[in-house]
């Protein structure tokens, strides 16, 4: 399965785009691209601290848990765009005996680590002092600034979970789309790489994506109610 922000939209975190969407009232290129993090990285961490704060006052879902649920009990693996890790927190609160261990590809990172801007290593995210730019983290082996571990607009991501998460949409006999306005590549792709092979999509989205028409089913309801009668 694929999931996007939707999914995570009724536990209180702002999706993106829309009416209600964060790109309303900011700028992407302000705030979502290696560009805007070289001119003003302390406008870009004020963001991310405020997105994490967030985030840490939001819990999974019964979409996501419904998802943890059927995961849990194989054959799945759960690919997302989202950053919130909602979905390993589900999996943490549903856990049970007998579960199988199934893939989570986060395919655009994580707010809960940061990354060195200069050497890459990746740590647990770190308390960010926003009030001046001489007060921003840096990496303990080169001193580079540390930033959040997520994937901005022109960067590339993970090559490695990339792969896995195409290689795995191709191998399934369906891919269930929940809560993505599929917009963003190459992870709108991924549902199309199990359409090319001969299986099925599913989408659950209260709008329609560029996804629909490859779509053999589209359910039109929020994640968090209709997940839970579909999975169940
Ligand atoms: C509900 C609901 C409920 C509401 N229940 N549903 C091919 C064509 C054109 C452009 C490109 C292309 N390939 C690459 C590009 C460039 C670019 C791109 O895709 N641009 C397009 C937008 C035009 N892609 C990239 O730059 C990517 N990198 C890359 O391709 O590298 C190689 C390369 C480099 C340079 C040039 C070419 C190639 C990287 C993309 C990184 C995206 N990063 C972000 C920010 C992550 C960090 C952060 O969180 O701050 O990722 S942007 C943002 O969008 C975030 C999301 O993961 C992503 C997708 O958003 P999502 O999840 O779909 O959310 P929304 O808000 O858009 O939609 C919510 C949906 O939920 C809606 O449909 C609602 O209806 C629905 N919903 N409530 C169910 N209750
Ligand atoms: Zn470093």
Do not use: K
């Not at 070289?38 to 419904?66: F, I, K, M, Q, S």
């Amino acid at each position: 399965m694929l999931s996007g922000a939707g999914l995570s939209a009724e536990s209180g975190v702002p999706v993106f785009r829309g009416a209600q969407g964060l790109w309303r009232t900011h700028r992407p290129e302000d705030l979502a691209t290696p560009q805007a993090f070289r001119r003003d990285p302390r406008l870009v961490w004020e963001w991310y601290a405020w997105r994490r704060d967030v985030v840490a006052a939001c819990a999974p879902n019964d979409g996501h848990r419904a998802i943890a649920r059927r995961a849990a009990r194989g054959g799945v693996a759960v690919v997302t765009q989202n950053v919130d890790g909602l979905h390993a927190r589900a999996r943490g609160e549903v856990a049970s005996d007998g579960d199988v261990a199934y893939p989570l590809l986060e395919l655009h990172g994580a707010l809960s680590r940061d990354r060195c801007s200069g050497c890459g290593a990746r740590t647990a995210a770190v308390s960010v002092d926003t009030t001046s730019a001489d007060r921003l983290p840096r990496c303990g082996r080169c001193g580079s600034l540390l930033r959040p571990d997520v994937v901005w607009f022109g960067e590339s991501l993970d090559p490695s979970v990339l792969d896995t998460s195409f290689r795995l949409a191709s191998e399934a006999t369906v891919c269930l789309v929940v809560g993505t306005s599929a917009v963003v590549h190459p992870a709108a792709s991924v549902p199309l790489a199990t359409r090319h092979a001969g299986g099925t999509v599913v989408e659950v989205n209260p709008e329609p994506t560029p996804l629909t028409r490859y779509a053999a089913v589209s359910m039109g309801g929020p994640a968090a109610e209709v997940l839970p009668q579909l999975l169940g």
